[in-house]
Nanobody, 116 residues
Framework: QVELVESGGGLVQAGGSLRLSCTAS????????FGWHRQATGKERELVAT??????RNYADSVKGRFTISRDNKFTVSLEMNSLKPEDTAVYYC???????????WGQGTQVTVSS
């Protein structure tokens, strides 16, 4: 089994910054990619950013230029969020695709609230 634990969420004013972190543990043979998703109240979960095993990165258009995903080590990924907007308010979830099991794993989520 694989466990993902997120940290770093909280309350911040518009224009501020937050850094989310996610650490994976358990039966991990090969991580194909890490990702961050978010889900605002009443909305579907959406992709925010991904980082592949070759360090390739992809971002949602809504966060390009403001958010940066990075791999701190083999089992930890972070999301640096700058110039936050009220519309960034959501529960942020970490994910990884593990090729050994051939499936995605998800964290429990961390709340990010941006006040105007």
């Amino acid at each position: 089994q694989v466990e993902l634990v997120e940290s770093g969420g909280g309350l911040v004013q518009a224009g501020g910054s937050l850094r989310l972190s996610c650490t994976a543990s358990g039966r991990i043979f090969n991580i194909h990619a890490f990702g961050w998703h978010r889900q605002a109240t009443g909305k579907e979960r959406e992709l925010v950013a991904t980082i592949g095993s070759g360090d390739s990165r992809n971002y949602a258009d809504s966060v390009k230029g403001r958010f940066t995903i990075s791999r701190d080590n083999k089992f930890t990924v972070s999301l640096e969020m700058n110039s936050l907007k009220p519309e960034d308010t959501a529960v942020y979830y970490c994910s990884l695709y593990e090729t050994g099991a051939g499936r995605y794993y998800w964290g429990q989520g961390t709340q990010v609230t941006v006040s105007s």
